[in-house]
């Protein structure tokens, strides 16, 4: 199974990106899709959660100002972040996984967003 993150790129604080992670197997397989995110020097972070039902959850961080999405008939998820801030610099990867966080995929290569002030 191959997970494709993209959309990420450089924006100005305040700013919005749409990020997309497409998978090449249905995703309404698996409990939950997860976006995370690494800060340069930091550990892997859960950053939003979407259940196979619908259900979201943000980290308190994002919670507000991003909003997950999936369409399963494109097997794609969707993370709307809005009024970015610079710490929200990092590369962003998606992967499914337990409702409770824990993933079952290899690492994509995630996508690079970066806010300047």
């Known amino acids: 199974v191959q997970l494709q993150a993209s959309g990420g790129g450089l924006v100005q604080a305040g700013e919005s990106l749409v990020l997309s992670c497409v998978v090449s197997?249905?995703?309404?397989?698996?409990?939950?899709m997860h976006w995370y995110r690494q800060a340069p020097g930091k550990q892997r972070e859960l950053v939003a959660t979407i259940t196979s039902g619908g259900i979201t959850n943000y980290a308190d961080s994002v919670r507000g100002r991003f909003t997950l999405s999936r369409d399963d008939a494109k097997n794609t998820v969707y993370l709307q972040m809005n009024s970015l801030k610079r710490e929200d610099t990092a590369v962003y990867y998606c992967?499914?996984?337990?409702?409770?966080?824990?993933?079952?995929?290899?690492w994509g290569q995630g996508t690079l967003v970066t806010v300047s002030s």
């Open positions: 992967n499914a996984g337990t409702i409770g966080g824990r993933v079952f995929l290899p």
């Open positions: 197997r249905s995703i309404g397989r698996f409990p939950a």
